[in-house]
């Protein structure tokens, strides 16, 4: 049996499950005098019974336990716990004909119109029925009976994704949580036109935009770094909705590598990504506008707002910061006073000890050079001058 059983060679056999594996078991139990065997010599036996029977290691230790017992093997028949049928074939067609009529309402609408039928409407045939359990619909409608007689369609249910925290953040008067969005710039031809990302800090509204042929790995990725190399203070957190586009391994494993607290909308919050959407209406869609841009026009305008649009927004473009005053009741009201109006410069200088928040390479002396480099009237005419050229090359093309 020892040898039997190291060996490698596949061997089929003849017996059948049922008695005859039984008689099999009980009869080299007999021969091998399994009673004065010792341990080892049992588990070879065991293990060669195992082999040549097909059945669980499980199965073979109770018939053996039941041999020495009993003397005998015998395998008892399954005992499966069996309910009484409560509603019969024709009902549950009865049920189908109903779904199909009233094209598949909730659980507990159709099983207030079961009662109707038979409680105001007087159906007989829907005595039954009109007793039924909500969840006990849902168990009929999958039953064969019932798909005998109607198929219904599931539709593909939402997939959870572990990526990055439902929540809002809370950045708490410090930079460097930001708000991410992308905004699509139409249809050139048939095919996509570019992709703006737009990534605004909670705090200063510090802004920085790129742009992006396609919003796959091999496109994204590549510009979203280098966005987030142009904020002059460490990032703390990410935000965006739940798009793929960021939410992602790819990105995930970015951020991670940068210490980033990755965040996620929250669903009926309209509110947690608000600033960056607000910010596409008011930057991207007035800058830009809404006409079609073809996608081979996208380096150009990452380009562009590298070395034009970005600085012009953090440095000259004034943005409203609001003062929250609270009312009655609870109450809060938004108020932007005149002297709340700030580049985000402005506002990062504003706050306190803003010098230690900033990367490493990037001194203060420096930003203050890109602010005073030249007007704000003077930087908004040398970006509106090179954005027309831009978009008179996207019109021509076109």
Not at 173 to 189: I, N, S
Request: glycine share 8%.
């Amino acid at each position: 049996m020892q040898e039997f059983l190291e060996g490698n060679r596949r061997v089929n056999w003849s017996v059948e499950r049922g008695a005859d594996v039984c008689k099999l078991i009980e009869a080299v139990l007999k021969a091998q005098r399994y009673r004065r065997l010792s341990k080892r010599q049992k588990g070879i036996v065991r293990r060669f019974l195992t082999k040549v029977s097909r059945l669980s290691r499980a199965q073979v230790t109770r018939l053996i336990a039941q041999w020495m017992g009993t003397g005998r093997v015998v395998r008892q028949a399954a005992r499966r716990t069996s309910f009484p049928t409560r509603y019969t074939r024709e009902e549950i067609r009865l049920l189908a004909r109903v779904d199909a009529a009233h094209e598949d309402l909730s659980g507990a609408a159709v099983r207030r119109v079961l009662q109707r039928e038979y409680q105001v409407h007087g159906q007989k045939e829907f005595a039954g029925l009109s007793g039924i359990s909500v969840s006990h619909i849902y168990n009929l409608r999958a039953s064969t009976a019932y798909r005998q007689v109607r198929v219904r369609v599931e539709h593909t249910q939402g997939r959870k994704v572990s990526i990055a925290e439902r929540r809002k953040p809370e950045p708490r008067g410090r930079p460097g949580y930001l708000r991410v969005d992308t905004v699509h710039q139409g249809h050139h031809d048939g095919r996509p036109g570019v992709f703006h990302i737009n990534a605004v800090d909670t705090v200063t509204q510090w802004e920085v935009m790129g742009c992006v042929e396609t919003i796959s790995e091999q496109h994204l990725m590549p510009v979203l770094e280098a966005m987030l190399h142009q904020f002059p203070f460490r990032i703390l957190g990410f935000h965006c909705d739940n798009g793929s586009e960021f939410i992602n391994h790819k990105v995930k494993e970015m951020l991670e590598k940068l210490a980033v607290d990755f965040t996620k909308s929250r669903p009926y919050r309209t509110t947690d990504n608000a600033l960056v959407e607000g910010k596409n209406g008011a930057v991207v869609r007035k800058q830009i506008g809404y006409g079609e841009i073809g996608a081979e026009h996208a380096e150009q305008f990452q380009k562009f707002y590298v070395a034009q649009l970005n600085p012009y927004l953090n440095y000259h473009r004034p943005c409203g910061f609001a003062e929250i005053r609270k009312l009655g009741r609870g109450k809060r009201r938004r108020v932007y006073p005149p002297n709340q109006y700030r580049t985000p410069y402005e506002k990062l200088t504003s706050l306190s000890d803003w010098q230690k928040l900033l990367k490493p390479g990037i001194t203060p002396a420096h930003l203050e050079g890109q602010a005073r480099r030249m007007s704000d009237t003077e930087a908004a005419r040398r970006m509106q001058q090179v954005k027309e050229g831009l978009l008179a090359k996207c019109r021509t093309s076109r």
